[in-house]
Nanobody
Framework: VQLQAYGGGLVRAGGSLRLSCAAS????????MGWFRQAPGKGREFVGA????????YYADSVKGRFTISRDNAKNAMSLQMNSVKPEDTAIYYC????????????????WGQGTQVTVSS
């Protein structure tokens, strides 16, 4: 699976941004997917995950109620809708394909996109 995240940019606090993840490979529709982020000087942090069918989603407490993950298996695509963004949401955002284990840790994901920068100004 090859993944590419895009859609990042500069947004004001309180605004919205939509990130997308394009996937290639036949296993996309059979894999849970996740979003992680990494701020300067910090480790990679779980943002959210979605099961292979899209039937269940999971979010970090810091983004719950503000961010929404969706996927379209027919298009091999996943999205992260970010609303009411805050300066602390500033980070590089990565999409990843789940391999095994907990949804909440990076080591459970086998394939990663290159990341897209999100900067939230106050």
């Amino acid at each position: 699976v090859q993944l590419q995240a895009y859609g990042g940019g500069l947004v004001r606090a309180g605004g919205s941004l939509r990130l997308s993840c394009a996937a290639s490979g036949r296993t996309f529709s059979r894999s849970a997917m996740g979003w992680f982020r990494q701020a300067p000087g910090k480790g990679r942090e779980f943002v959210g995950a979605i099961t292979w069918s899209g039937g269940s989603t999971y979010y970090a407490d810091s983004v719950k109620g503000r961010f929404t993950i969706s996927r379209d298996n027919a298009k091999n695509a996943m999205s992260l809708q970010m609303n009411s963004v805050k300066p602390e949401d500033t980070a590089i955002y990565y999409c990843a394909s789940h391999q095994d284990g907990s949804f909440f840790v990076p080591s459970s994901y086998g394939y990663w996109g290159q990341g897209t920068q999100v900067t939230v100004s106050s």
